[in-house]
Structures are given as C-alpha cells and as structure tokens.
C-alpha cells in the first residue's frame, strides 16, 4: 500500500470544507475548522495495529507540509474490550491550524473534489420514544447515590437514551452543517454512523506536546446572559458539581503523569459555553518524555475517564452495569484519529446520534455523574438539557 499527500492547489484552486469533503457517507473530525476529513476506506483494521499499519504504508509527501499523510479513524467503545476497528480513509483531506490544506490518496484513489449538490429535504414526521424508561433511570439514580452514601463507590454516571425515528431518512450532510453552525468549536465528527458534537478533548498529542480538557458539572443556559451568568457562579460554588469534578482531574492528572516530563494544569475550572448548557472545565497541559507514547495509548488508558465512567473505575463500571439497564456500545468512549507518528486527538464520544442502516432511526445518550447529594430529578432535568443539542440538530432541516 503506498500513499502521495500533495497540497490542496494540486487537486483544485477552489477552497474546500471539510465537512462538504466528508458528506453524508464519509468520516470527519473537526473543530473550529481544523481538523480530518476522509472517503472511501483503504483498509479496517484493529486498534493494536494501528500504528504499525499506517507506518508500513508507504508514503511520498509532495505538499511542502509537515506531519501529514494517512490517518487511521475511528472509536473507542465505552467498554473499550468490545470489538471494534479503526478505518483508514483512501482520501484523506486536511486543515491545520495555519490554514494549510492538503490531499493524501492511498494507491491512486480519485475523488470527485467539487462542492455536493444541494439535496431536497422531503418534510418528515418525527416520534421521540425512550429506551429505558424514566422511572428505570430515577430509580437508577437513587440506587447509585445510596452507593455512594454507602461507602461503595465516590462517583458513577448514569445515562438514558432515546430513540428519534422518521418517516424520511436523515440528511446526514444536512446535520453536519448544522453541527458546524451551532457547536463549531466543539469536535464534530462522523464514523460509520455516528455523528456528533462533543464540547470535551480527551488527548491530543502533537510531538512532545499533549493536551486534556476534562469537563464535569454541568448547569443548563437560558439565552439571557444575567441568568446565565448567575448560572455558572453558582455552578463554581457548587460542592456537588466540584467533587463530581475534581475526581476527574485527578484521574486524568495520574494516569498522563507517568508518561510525561512536565505536566501542569489550571489551579481551578473555568466555565466551558456549549449553546444550550455550560460546563466545568479544567485544561491540562505537558511534554511527554521519551520513548513518546502515542495519542491512542493515551486515549485507551485514560476511557473511559469518570466523567462517563465514575470512581473507582472498576467498582463505578461495576454499578453502571448493574443498575442501568442497556448497552452504550460507542457512546461515552473516545472518538478521534491517530497518524503514523501516534499523533493525534481524542474527543470524549457525547453529544452524538447513532444512525440506523437506513437512516430512519437515531439513537441519542445523555447522563450525568451521580454522588452523595444528586438529586433524581435534577439529574433527569440535566439530561433533559443535554438531549437537546442533538435534537435540534437532527430535526433542523426537516
């Protein structure tokens, strides 16, 4: 397999978008316009080959640009010991944070490089219907913060879903757009399926560099700027949404440490703005020592971090399991792209919607960390919030 990057102005002198590179049927990882996009699929492979596959790849950089070439896309399941691959795109269009672009074909691939056509949105009849159901999920909560109370674990996140069918298949390409309009500075993806907006980077590593911003505690935003600024104070002054918080600082704190030279991090959370709520957010920073570990190592031991999982890990999974009552599959793992170099970023899996073969049906997750002083219907008024972001997004077009 051989593989020639070449610059943007080889292919075209118009400027792309990544998202209208990606489509409806392709793979994309973006924010704030930087970022991966890919079509067609040169390979699938598992996670623990990753790096050597795309290392054996044969690869000519004809674009004058540095760091560029194959990537390998994909997700981290929330039980990441379940099956899954990563893709490695046959064309792979790229941004980076100076605005250069590039083209990497893998074996010759050609790719229509024009803008999409435009297609009709038929108006559609939309039903929403829970997975589990709402009394399944306030008991849920109840019987993991007597667990907490208990002794037996500090923290655990309990999630619901929901599932939004049409009578009119979803416009993928249409949703990404609207991601891009509404959450451009959030990681916006879209991998065999899933496609979503998350507000939260698990890892990036860019050489030596790497980089976190865990987000724990989490308050709704009205659109009035007082209210909302009343909002996040008391948010900061929150005990509960500070503990929820600090457990997942820490973890990330301990578990990149080991690997690093020189770690630092903000001494307190600001508040991270995501349209319709706003978070806790603390940002971690360092240089990792040699030999470097890769982003996907990094991202493997840091998934799923207490802020979907819990603490401790072990015994918080142990209650999710027990008390929840379905499968996350995707939802709540780590979604991103890692280079030959083990370059890369991590975004937490949330804010997402896992489409149906047929595109009729999407599923969409939402939870939140549960201790000693959670209230179930608060809880459930947080998810509530948290749904909403997908369920404009989906429905926007329609």
């Known amino acids: 397999m051989r593989a020639v990057t070449r610059s943007l102005s080889h292919f075209t ?61 994909g997700c981290i399941p929330f039980e990441s010991s379940n099956p899954h691959e990563f ?39 939309f039903s929403v219907r829970p997975g589990v159901s709402i009394e399944h999920y306030l008991e849920a909560v109840r019987l993991t913060r007597t667990a907490v109370l208990n002794g037996e674990i500090a923290k655990a996140v309990i999630a619901r879903d929901i599932f939004v069918e049409t009578d009119s298949p979803f416009n993928v390409h249409a949703i990404l757009l609207q991601l ?43 659109g009035d700027p007082e209210t909302d600024h009343q909002l996040a104070i008391e948010l900061i002054a929150s005990t509960k949404n500070q503990l929820e918080h600090r457990i997942v600082i820490d973890m990330v704190h301990d578990t990149l440490l080991p ?50 999982g819990g603490h401790p890990r072990k015994e918080s999974l142990a209650q999710i399991k027990k008390v929840e009552g ?30 149906n073969e047929d595109r009729t049906q999407a599923r969409l997750f939402a939870g939140g960390g549960i201790v000693g002083d959670s209230d179930p219907d608060s809880e459930l008024a947080e998810t509530q919030a948290k749904f909403k972001a997908m369920l404009a997004a989906i429905t926007h077009n329609y």
């Open 180 to 222: 891009k309009s509404n959450f451009g500075s959030s990681y916006r993806y879209l991998i065999d399926g899933l496609i979503g907006a998350s507000p939260e980077l698990l890892i990036a590593v860019n050489g030596q560099d790497v980089r976190s911003h865990p987000l724990a505690g989490t308050v709704a935003r009205t």
């Open 13 to 73: 002198d118009k400027q792309l978008d990544l998202n209208n590179f990606a489509r409806g049927d392709g793979y994309l990882f973006v924010r704030d316009g930087v970022g991966v996009a890919g079509r067609g699929v040169a390979a699938r492979i598992e996670s623990n080959q990753t790096i050597e596959f795309l290392q054996n790849i044969a690869h000519e950089n004809l674009s004058g640009i540095s760091n560029v070439g194959p990537i390998a896309i």
């Open 259 to 308: 690997w690093c030279s020189y770690l630092d991090w903000q001494p307190e959370p600001s508040i991270v703005e995501v349209a319709n709520v706003q978070h806790l957010g603390t940002e971690i920073s360092g240089r990792l020592s040699e030999p470097k570990v890769s982003v996907l190592e990094l991202a493997y031991a840091l998934s799923p971090t207490p802020a979907l």
């Open 326 to 355: 379905f499968e996350r599959g995707r939802y709540g793992g780590a979604v991103g792209y890692v280079d030959a170099n083990g370059d890369g970023i991590f975004a937490v899996t949330i804010r997402c919607a896992e489409l």
């Open 87 to 125: 893709v490695i795109p046959s064309a792979v269009f790229g941004k980076n944070a100076n605005s250069e672009q590039w083209v990497t074909l893998i074996d010759d691939a050609v790719f229509d490089f024009s803008e999409p056509a435009t297609q009709k949105t038929d108006p559609a009849k």
